[in-house]
């Protein structure tokens, strides 16, 4: 038997089920905190919805929301091509042991199925009957049938390294997970890999590339232990598996017949109405120049605390993606790595891992100025949308005024009255800030303004939100 793999887990999972028989009150106070998120879907760029009926062969629905192909993997069960919005069901019978599910990516196969993948690749075929070859991201599963308690497994591993950020979520209110609504592993691990992990497509784990006890925990009664690697993947992913031994903070289990998710990303629509071009900016890390009626579909991974999209206006970019834009300039380059330069009208965003709500929010934000008309919408109907169209810039005061756009007067004149940089500060609305809220009352005018122009979303309600400029 493979070590680290989902059975060997089994003690673990008592551990976990003797912790909530001792204490039934915590019990019941963890199913309660899930019951909002057991009735909502999840936001993802590649979701999979995983069913599994007690006692009957396990039903999976794998769904790419990816805006790339991906091929799903599975053993046992085969694998295909997901395009965009593909969906793919097959079912696992009850008696088998372990399953794992897998994204490969950047695959190229002929019609007899035969083929190469850049991750997960499992021996050249479409169809796997074997595990992927690293580095990926894996979902693993064991029945009820394998254990005394009659309780899933399940795991998020990184244990063969990582290709494709990951949500594995239950929808039942009855699993434990350490308090946490599913197990996610969405950092931007391939940027951040160590150099001596790095994999096209990926980031290796350091049994695949060292070798050895140390790093592998294939020695029979081996102490092998944490290392700088697996902290590496831990410190990002604290709920996963980071090497074959890690510990009981990484399986979680459900009762049988409890149902299943993984989910990767948001989707973001950018789309340019205006009449003019403008170079995309969103941070984290990226951007684009958007001629009239461009649009720029993008991902923002579930992890992201603080996402900001704004436009940059009369650029000028190299062939490299150096230059300097007239308004949100960040830094000199195109694809930005940082926050703009003032004045820009700022659409935020914030994903549910970071509310204790289990809400994703977001806003428009004039904090740093005006530049661009902008509106921020989700797609569901049980979310509203924001917009700021007011024509700022013309009617913008004197002392504001800027190139391109309006500045907001923490710009201009900085301290605390316009800035509200003092803890606890008092500070509050100013003749420019109510100018701001009377022309976009849905805006933020200044950092300390009221909350009620905030969209809020049940967790998971969206797979996509649009930022359009110049609606």
Known sequence: MEVGTTTERIGIGRCILEKLVEDKDSCVKFQEGYSKFCLLLSISSFLFFLFFFHTHAATFEVRNNCVFTV????????????????????????DLKDVRIWARTNCSFDESGRGRCETGDCGGLLECQAYGTPPTTLAEYTSTQFNLFKLDLFDISLAHGFNVPTEFSPTSCRCTGGGVSGISCTADINRQCPTELRAPGGCNSPCTVFGSDRYCCTARHSKCGSTNYSRFFKSRCPHVYSYAKDGASSTFTCPGGTNYRVVFSAIFEVRNNCLFTVWAAVVPGDGRQLNQTDVWTLEMKPDIKGARIWARTNCNFDASGRGRCETGDCGGLLQCQDYGTPPNTLAEYLSYEYDITNLEMGDISLIDGFNVPIEFSPTSSKCSKLSCTADINRQCPKELRALGGCNNPCTVFGGDRYCCTVPDSSCGSTSYSRFFKNLCPNAYSYSEDIATHVFTCPKGTNYKYTVVFCP
């Open 71 to 94: 091929w799903a993997a599975a053993v046992p069960g085969g694998g295909r091509q997901l395009n965009q919005t593909d969906v793919w069901t097959f079912e696992v019978k009850p």
